[in-house]
DNA sequence: GACTGATCATTG
DNA sequence: CAATGATCAGTC
């Protein structure tokens, strides 16, 4: 698949596949649809750019960088609710001196979100689970607002060397949770006195009453 | 039932 | 190891 030209040809792209299955869109492009995601958690997120014409990868940028979007699946149940909170990408642990909100991996990422909502309950089998209508957000002042708070409060944690201090109860839109491997993976960071240590490397993450609240801006009902 | 801390696959 | 894509699962 063609990475889309324009911002329309991937809405349109986007609203086709609602309604589908991920067994019926994964067979058409010649995807094994795994029984769970319990060893593929990523799957449903590749599947969906895949469809898209995401430029795939691990680049460090948006999905669709020439059209300034950011791609993301979001499990939610019947009523359109999130079920997991949604990561948005690794937090940086050195050399962030100086780093202000406007120049943000945080706020870059979220400044224009295609979100595309796909039955998630565990009780539906994974390829008989429905693909949602898609659409496509930019924070509001007040969103931006509130998630500026959080990473101020987070950030300067970090940069006070106080980053094992940080759970996941801090912030009240976004939170700072462990992103790695598992718990014996290591990355630099500073302590409180200043001095070198290693630590868990951390992934902001957006809470579900943050999502819901922007599904809900959406589908009013 | 919600939430936090832990985890899985894959690619450079 | 770090970045991409996220969900799992035990505990509260």
Redesign the pocket.
Known sequence: MQPPQSESELMQRAADLAGFTLGEISHEHGIACPA???????????L??TCLG?T????????FAHLGI??????V?AHG?P??????????LTGISGVQWEHS?VRH?LSRVLW?P?E?E?TIPLAERRIGTPLLWSPSREEDAQLRADWEELMDLIALGRVND?????GQYL?L????????????AFGAKGEPIKT??R?F?L???FTHHILSRFFVS
């Open positions: 769970d995601l319990s060893r593929e958690k990523g799957w449903v997120g590749m969906l750019e995401a795939a990868g691990s680049k460090p940028e948006q999905d950011e791609l993301k699946t979001i499990p149940n609710k079920l997991e909170t949604t990561f948005v990408c690794v937090a940086p991996h990422k595309v796909v998630g565990r940080i759970t996941a109860r801090h939170q949770r462990p992103k790695a491997a598992n718990s014996h993976a290591l990355t630099d868990l490397p992934g993450y809470r579900t009453q």
